[in-house]
């Protein structure tokens, strides 16, 4: 099951997933799920951009060479519109969208800078006024009901499906050079298909209702008659006009090509060598004045000759498992030259749907382009030298083989990975533990050095997440540990981190330190080995303190930070007065918690009783005394120990503290929140609203905004709560790949919710109670466009963002990219981008931004 998400690093299915062998805007890996065989020697692959909605045409500002733009022929919720290609260094990624268009299916730049669309279905030409001088974009709608009418409330349903100004020499009776002659396809349900022109910026009469009365700026017609009624049986799919302005060329759907003067007088024209059957696109190269036509059913592009009409196959698509012809290797492609006939963009509708970028080959030696495919196997636990290839065999030297190519592989993010093979063209690498790993691949020609071509893989735990579109704790990353349990920050140094292990021994139970490695994180050294442990705290001075369930015991481990041999040393031996109580939280008083009973910088104990030995009860020590005197060891918060009888028919979970200081929280495993003062006084509950917690297993308290995380383990998710009102929203939810229902335990087992000192992260621990290794979620606040954590903004940190990037109001692309959604609003759009134009400075420099 696939799930939008604005949250983990981690693939939606169990094992492991290349995410991005394609990325959106990069040197791409151009073998999976798509390959194209080039016959000729003019072009070569130079880039794939992989699109959340279809491509159309691509058209150059004729003011500002170099600047494109695209049109996406969709709806106006899926992002149907007009976007700039923005480049980045010498390759393109889809960038801000000028304007939102329901189906816009082509696109023109007059001479003056002004950019026209036709809208399919929707009866309409408009025009976007000088797109190149910025925001805000004037959008007029020019021809609203598209087609001549007979009166002026009559409504057309014709269908303008492609637009071309016709160039110097097509003049006629009805047409003069520089006007927009207007294709429409009209064989689907209004016959028949017809060519109209338009003055540009002509006025209609009246204003804007598409009744032109002026018939020397608007003309139905190019011809007053279109003879070959054949043509008027199939729908009309694109036109050009030949190099030299005197003849259209249209297509259409049964592979018909018809030849049109400027009088609209039409002869067929039949190319030889190749028998065509859905012709969708067409265009004619500026350079030497070929015809090239691309059919669907053929996965083909052929070009051929105006004067002898032989045609010669340029490329074919393919898709892996499906052989040639078959119209799911691509689907209704169209054609758009442009740079005066150095970069060729076809377009492909399939799924995924693609823009294809293909590159003019200069003379001498062209530069070599890299591709990586890969194959990672599913894996099962326990991780144990998990291998999987990586292979650059398809990469092309840019003359046409890959000959003479030397090859370098390199670890681009992740946990530390073995490569077999750095200079091979294909390697085996070898991961120790679940990760998000990026690799990329250099070649080399012996003459000019490509871009990197970059892929990640996830080797994902059995459990994921997803946070909410609010949630700002979006980057992940999971350590396995079997039951894991509170994070605590040594005060003394809060870049040591420690954390429990409730396993028996045997499963590695006990205190270990957590280590941040390799852009993510792994358990360190095992301080102590005990079984059970159940809480764990630090006081001021920097020594642990920890509990054991079930057997009543406080222990203390002196300044772990000193490092070995450390010493695990019981403090009081029998909680409570009684051998079977269950001590199953502490926490150190903050701070301004200053009561009869309990001062800063003691221990708080919370003692679960409901399950054998009832009431629950709420205990303080202070280790500022002596150990083993009497008088350390208080058996009260307040006057007394216990809660209200109302509140002992279930379990104490979990103790937390306000953001000021001044307030205890007690959360009940029944979904309670209690609220006590410094004297043991029960201020009343949490008025939670917006969700009903039926297994409250763990509260932290954020330090940023004070807010309450409560962890339910019925409902496979974590909520924040106003302390105040008891507002909640959803943050956090917990799926099993195979698993698709929420309120399901084996998702999410005995949660536990810590934060870090800066509120940066959030720790959650999941025991998943069915299978052997539970994990600790370390997950994030996005703190820029350093994705990888090396001090720079470069290609590397580029290649996530375009894994990422699906445009405005829809989610991300792919698993892990919640980092790249700066604003946040749940998309990575062209605003994100934005921001990380504004940090890209390049590799081993710093970033261009705060």
Known sequence: MKRSTCGSIFSTAMGALALSVALIGAPSALAQPVSVTIDGTDYYAYELLVLPIPAGD????????????????????????????????????????????????????????????????????????????????????????????????????????????????????????????????????????????????????????????????????????????????????????????????????????????????????????????????????????????????????????????????????TRAGSAAPNGINFREPEISFTGNGEYIWVSDISTPKYLWVFKKRQPGNNPPTARITTDV????????????????????????????????????????????????????????????????????????????????????????????????????????????????????????????????????????????????????????????????????????????????????????????????????????????????????????????????????????????????????YSPTLPVGDPGAYTTTLGSSPFLPSTYNDNDINDLAFSKDGSTLFIALDKGQILKLDAEGNLLGTVPVTGVSLTNLEAIGVNPLDGRIWASDDNIDQVWSIDPDTGEARLELSFFRPTDTRVDHQINFHDPGVSFSPDGRKIFISDVTDTVAEGWLWIIEKPTGADFDGDGDVDVNDFAHFQICFNGSSRPPAAEGCSDADFEPDGDVDVNDFAVFQLCFNGAARPPACE
């Open 377 to 620: 196997p599913n894996y099962t636990l326990p991780l144990d030298d998990f291998s999987f290839t990586l292979d650059g065999t398809t990469s092309d030297d840019g003359d046409g083989g890959s000959q003479g190519l030397t090859y370098q592989w390199v670890q681009l993010y992740g946990p530390a990975a073995t490569i077999a093979s750095p200079t091979a063209p294909s390697t085996t690498v070898t991961v120790s533990r679940p990760g998000a790993y990026g690799f990329a691949l250099l070649v080399d020609d012996g003459q000019a050095v490509n871009n990197q071509a970059m892929t990640s893989v996830a080797i994902a735990p059995l459990v994921y997440f997803e946070a909410s579109a609010t949630c700002p704790y979006k980057k992940g990353f999971a350590v396995p540990i079997a039951e894991p349990g509170e994070v605590v920050f040594d005060p003394t140094d809060n870049n040591r981190m420690y954390v429990m292990n409730d396993a028996a021994v045997a499963n590695g139970g006990g205190i270990w330190r957590l280590d941040k490695v390799d852009g993510g994180y792994a358990l360190g050294e095992q301080i102590v080995s005990t079984a059970n442990p159940s809480g764990l705290a630090f006081t001021p001075n920097g020594d642990l303190w920890h509990l054991t369930d079930y057997a009543g015991t406080v222990w203390r481990i002196p300044a772990p930070r000193l490092g070995a041999p450390y010493t695990n040393e019981m403090v009081i031996s029998e909680f409570g007065g009684s051998g079977d109580d269950d001590s199953i939280q502490l926490v150190t008083a903050p701070p301004g918690f200053d009561g009869t009973n309990v001062d800063p910088g003691d221990l708080v104990i919370g003692d679960r009783g409901f399950d054998s030995n009832p009431p629950n009860a709420v205990f303080v």
């Open 58 to 317: 691509v058209v150059e500002d004729p003011q500002d060479p170099g600047r494109l733009y695209m049109a996406q022929d969709d709806t106006l919720g899926a992002g149907g519109g007009i976007y700039r290609l923005e480049p980045l260094g010498p390759f393109w990624v889809r960038g801000e969208k000028i304007a939102a268009i329901d189906n816009p299916t082509s696109i023109l730049f007059a001479p003056d800078g002004d950019l026209w669309f036709a809208r399919d279905y929707e009866e309409g030409i408009g025009v976007i006024r000088s797109p190149r001088t910025g925001a805000p974009y004037t959008v007029e709608e020019i021809i609203e009901e598209f087609g001549m009418p007979t009166t002026p409330t009559e409504d057309r349903d014709d269908d303008p499906i492609a637009i071309a100004l016709a160039p110097p020499g097509f003049d006629g009776s009805n047409v003069d050079p520089g006007e927009m002659v207007i294709g429409d396809r009209g064989a689907d349900g209004n016959d028949p298909n017809d060519f109209y022109v338009y003055t540009l910026n002509a006025t209609l009469d009246p204003p804007g209702s598409g009744f032109p009365l002026d018939p020397t700026q608007y003309k139905r017609y190019l011809a007053n008659t279109f003879t070959l009624s054949e043509y008027n049986t199939i729908n009309l799919n694109d036109f050009t006009f030949t190099s030299d302005g005197s003849a259209l060329l249209a297509v259409f759907a049964g592979g018909q090509i018809a030849q049109l003067n400027a009088e609209g007088e039409d002869t067929p024209l039949v190319p030889t060598g190749v028998t065509f059957t859905s012709t969708s696109g067409i265009a004619t190269n500026p350079i030497d004045g070929r015809i090239w036509v691309a059919d669907d059913n053929l996965d083909e592009i052929w070009s051929f000759d105006m004067g002898t009409l032989a045609a010669r196959r340029e490329m074919l698509f």
